[in-house]
């Protein structure tokens, strides 16, 4: 059973506008969140990340939502660039076990010239 | 300065064969993790050392896989009797270190494994 799900395999946005990625996750225990960025033929990099005491967390033109109730967060890209073109992972940790990601399937962001 | 190195980039071989994949940590990293992705899925956790020590080998799916890292550096993920179910990309990952408080996860390039 998938504990943190993308449910939107690929994605086209606009260059220039606003990409929002979503994730959500069934697993209480999960405290920690972070987005990674891949390109292909690359390890997945560390993008952003939240702890669930917060409810935002923003780096530049990427911010992170977290609604603890709906188990539910995004990543907004703005505005977004050719070069945010990969795939982006949503994944999750227990506060005690951040050495146990565990990654959603991801969702391929394709921006638009 | 020097990211994680894997090696190979690439391995091809035939079910039933013994594969080792190799893993290099960025120097001065204590925690090393190995990942699996196959095709159309996220990374998979199987493997988390602390030192020279498996910390969480929970992910292993089969007693086929086994790692080692026995300086406390480099690391090596040994697949015996490999299975057509077996191929996908072995990511590794290095950290500071581990525990109650967050470390990035640096990943490497990873190995694509092919069982045919």
């Known amino acids: 059973d998938q504990q943190v799900k993308q449910n939107s395999p690929s994605l086209s946005v606009q260059e220039g506008r606003i990409s929002i990625l979503n994730c959500d996750y069934t697993n209480s225990m999960f405290d920690y969140f972070l987005w990674y960025k891949k390109y292909p033929a690359e390890g997945p990099t560390f993008l952003i990340s939240i702890s669930s005491i917060k409810d935002k967390n923003e780096d530049g033109r990427f911010t992170v939502f977290l609604n603890k109730s709906a188990k539910h967060l995004s990543l907004h890209i703005v505005p977004s660039q050719p070069g945010d073109s990969a795939v982006y992972f949503c994944a999750a940790s227990e506060w005690d076990r951040d050495d146990k990601i565990i990654f959603g399937k991801g969702t391929r962001l394709h921006i638009l010239p | 300065g020097a990211g994680v190195s894997q090696t190979p980039s690439n391995k091809v071989t035939e079910k039933g064969k013994y594969v080792e994949l190799r893993c290099d940590p960025i120097s001065g990293h204590t925690a090393l993790y190995w990942y699996r992705q196959s095709l159309g899925q996220g990374p998979e956790f199987l493997i988390y050392?602390?030192?020279?020590?498996?910390?969480?080998d929970s992910g292993l799916p089969n007693d086929r896989f086994f790692a080692v890292r026995p300086e406390g550096s480099v690391s090596t993920l040994k697949i015996q009797r490999t299975e057509r179910g077996d191929s996908a990309v072995y990511l590794c990952a290095s950290s500071l270190a581990s525990g109650n408080s967050y470390n990035e996860q640096f990943f490497g390039p990873g190995t694509r494994l092919t069982v045919l």
């Open positions: 050392f602390q030192g020279t020590g498996a910390a969480d």
